[in-house]
């Protein structure tokens, strides 16, 4: 069983910076590709950034491209969401995702193609 816990979430003003982690547990959290989620009230899940498991490579939604940054450390068993010029419109709650697919060099976007979710980190951004 793998257990995913976000935290660095806050209220941010416009412009600010964020850095969420995810710590995940109860598995080889190296071996396997992981992404990041978020949901506005309202809306539905929404992808927001992807990584390989190794790190190698990285894929964003077009929304956060150049101001969100994923990244890993496998020694910590952790990934990384370090979100800078943020906007109103990001504020949502953020959600980590496992895909257990050892060692696959891929980059998902879909929700159901993960298989274990953290509980979220609420994201405020005031105007």
């Known amino acids: 069983q793998v257990q995913l816990t976000e935290s660095g979430g806050g209220l941010v003003q416009a412009g600010g910076s964020l850095r969420l982690s995810c710590l995940a547990s109860g598995r080889t959290f190296s071996s396997y590709p992981m992404g990041w989620f978020r949901q506005a009230p309202g809306k539905e899940h929404e992808f927001v950034a992807a990584?390989?498991?190794?790190?190698?490579?990285?894929y964003y939604a077009e929304s956060v491209k150049g101001r969100f940054t994923i990244s890993r450390d496998n020694a910590k068993n952790t990934v990384y969401l370090q979100m800078d010029s943020l906007k109103p419109e990001d504020t949502a709650v953020y959600y980590c995702?496992?895909?257990?697919?050892?060692?696959?060099?891929?980059?998902?976007?879909?929700?159901?193609?993960?298989?274990?979710w953290g509980q979220g980190t609420q994201v405020t951004v005031s105007s």
């Open positions: 990584i390989t498991w190794s790190g190698d490579r990285t």
């Open positions: 995702a496992v895909r257990l697919d050892r060692s696959s060099e891929g980059l998902y976007t879909k929700r159901n193609l993960y298989d274990y």
